[in-house]
T-cell receptor, first 110, second 118 residues
Framework: GENVEQHPSTLSVQEGDSAVIKCTYSDSASNYFPWYKQELGKRPQLIIDIRSNVGEKKDQRIAVTLNKTAKHFSLHITETQPEDSAVYFCAAGGGFKTIFGAGTRLFVKA | GAVVSQHPSRVICKSGTSVKIECRSLDFQATTMFWYRQFPKQSLMLMATSNEGSKATYEQGVEKDKFLINHASLTLSTLTVTSAHPEDSSFYIC??????????????FGDGTRLSIL
């Protein structure tokens, strides 16, 4: 069945460094790739998304890249800040369902 | 825009009680809503997809008689955990999406309901 793999499961970086989270998907029909940030005990919030007709998208310190051929997409956070600490989920959609990755717990050390 | 309200935020009740959780889209019409369960430090596990005016579609392994879903209007879906037991204790989150049957729109999540069964 459809599957989204996300790596790493835990990521610890120093404040100011960059963080990269990678995902792969299995369903070739996927054409929409959102990223969510979830702080402890709170709702997942959409932070950025990318569609299959675009290879890269940037919003301030956050960027996403998509390689449709390899079925890879990545989240890049630059100049990380302590408030970036949270769990990040990638997801792939295009059919009826959106499949979520297992999540990456990001720690940004001050 | 795209606000999803979920109530209650926390429920503590005795074993055997049935618990109803409401999910409302406040400023848009949601033809499709999703119910997820999330265990500590784990991902979102899709339980079921509810479409307005039709029966919910349950994921494999989710008991439809245990988790009753009703999507009576374009702005409201409810999840009822019937005869809840301690193993049903979890964080339940709903989400809503605007367009029916199309996966390329973002889901907007509620705040979640932390259910604790004693």
């Amino acid at each position: 069945g459809e599957n989204v793999e996300q790596h790493p499961s835990t990521l610890s970086v120093q404040e100011g460094d960059s963080a990269v989270i990678k995902c792969t998907y299995s369903d070739s029909a996927s054409n929409y790739f959102p990223w969510y940030k979830q702080e402890l005990g709170k709702r997942p919030q959409l932070i950025i998304d990318i569609r299959s007709n675009v290879g890269e998208k940037k919003d301030q310190r956050i960027a996403v890249t998509l390689n449709k051929t390899a079925k890879h997409f990545s989240l890049h956070i630059t100049e990380t800040q302590p408030e970036d600490s949270a769990v990040y989920f990638c997801a792939a959609g295009g059919g009826f369902k959106t499949i979520f990755g297992a999540g990456t717990r990001l720690f940004v050390k001050a | 825009g795209a606000v999803v309200s979920q109530h209650p935020s926390r429920v503590i009740c005795k074993s055997g009680t049935s618990v109803k959780i409401e999910c409302r889209s406040l400023d848009f019409q949601a033809t499709t809503m999703f119910w997820y369960r999330q265990f500590p430090k784990q991902s979102l596990m899709l339980m079921a997809t509810s479409n307005e005016g039709s029966k919910a579609t349950y994921e494999q392994g989710v008991e439809k008689d245990k988790f009753l879903i009703n999507h009576a209007s374009l702005t409201l879906s409810t999840l009822t955990v019937t005869s809840a037991h301690p193993e049903d204790s979890s964080f339940y989150i709903c989400s809503a999406r605007l367009s029916k049957g199309i996966g390329n729109q973002p889901q907007h999540f509620g705040d979640g309901t932390r259910l604790s069964i004693l």
